[in-house]
């Protein structure tokens, strides 16, 4: 197949596309961190990623043909990382914002639902970190990574003796 520099673009073009729509479907349906994906998430992934490789090369399985697809997601990729890094409010419209779950022990239900978590998600988050009940929790995050964030009640606790101790150290050294 011969190829022109038309097409090789063509490509690229379309791959970027694919690109900003899935990054609009994931931050329009929710996000969590890779270890927090189900069984259903990963199958969808897996199942997305094959769906778009039509859309992005066609009936182009070449070598240049797949070598433009990925040079198209390394471009946009980059801007994207750079924009994000640059300007705070791009980085808030396409990542979001870190959402409370969890704050003095209380559950915030609309958050949690907002975010699609369910209550046995956030159980297992908060033993992960080493918590054993919502009520112990002084604080939960979910933060834009999709990463759930945990301080126990007694981490303020634990911050102030370690901080009282560190200046009494300092003191005397």
Known sequence: MDFNLTQILFISLKS???????IFAIR??????????????????????????NAMVGPDTSLLGGMAAAT??????YIFKWAIKKYPMFSSAVQGDELMLIYQGKVLQNHLQSS?????????AVREHGVEKIEEVDLAVLEVDGNISVMSKDYQHKTSRKRKAHKAISKNA
């Open 28 to 53: 329009l349906f929710g996000k969590k961190e890779l270890a927090q994906l189900s069984v259903v998430d990963l199958v969808f992934i897996l199942l997305i990623s094959n769906s778009v490789q």
């Open 72 to 77: 198209g997601l390394f471009v946009i990729n």
């Open 116 to 124: 699609m978590i369910t209550m046995d998600e956030l159980r297992a």
């Open 16 to 22: 970027i596309a694919i690109y900003l729509f899935i």
